[in-house]
């Protein structure tokens, strides 16, 4: 079904329910990019860092897609200190999927619950 | 530089600064399908139905994508009764670009103060 893409914006630098991170701190993007990088990685899942997914004022962002078959996912809102294993978790059923759309109940509530967008896959 | 999809969340039922259409009358997001179908689609553009894009609070949505070397974007808050022309202005301009990266200036208002979340190219 090939390999999924994690990609992790590393230039968010908002937490929801915080303010923006000043300049002189680490961006709260690159401290999730670095939470997940410190965690053992799903089989078939790549963390690609990527600078701005544009959604900036629902910052931590991080998007899901692998191929041209699967539906791609936009997530915001996400806690570095907090949230990395749910979002490795959702990576892995994603990633088990051929199509990208991994059943509603089966979804971390973190994806059910901060879901910006989806994309059709390319393919169709 | 290959096509161009410009997907219409066929599904929205919300207008920016409105109450939710109600069951009865013509959900928006396919009045602004109908829109854009009945103008003239630029060369390299294909106009693409889909069932939701996940992006419910801030309809009526649509998405631009056009393989694996561009970056895909969301946009939202459109209006049927107006955005139809200046979307497929921009999906014009998105089309001439190999990468998808129009410049800001270049962006149509609609699309620079209404992006939800782009997405990289599937191939770097």
């Given at each position: 079904m090939g390999g999924v893409s994690l990609m992790?914006?590393?230039?968010?630098?908002r937490v929801a329910g915080e303010p923006d991170a000043s300049?002189?701190?680490?961006?709260p993007g690159a401290r999730l990019y670095a939470a997940l990088s410190a965690l053992p990685c799903p089989e078939g899942v790549t963390l690609r860092p990527v600078?701005?997914?544009?959604a900036c004022s629902r910052g931590c962002a991080v998007a899901l897609s692998g191929g041209a078959e699967r539906w791609s996912y936009v997530y915001a809102e996400m806690d570095p200190a907090v949230d990395a294993p749910e979002i490795l978790a959702g990576a892995a059923r994603y990633g088990a999927t051929a199509d990208g759309l991994v059943p509603w109940r089966e979804r971390p509530e973190i994806f059910r619950k901060r879901s910006v967008a989806r994309l059709p896959p390319q393919a169709v």
């Open positions: 992790i914006c590393t230039t968010c630098r300049e002189s701190e680490a961006c600078e701005c997914l544009s």
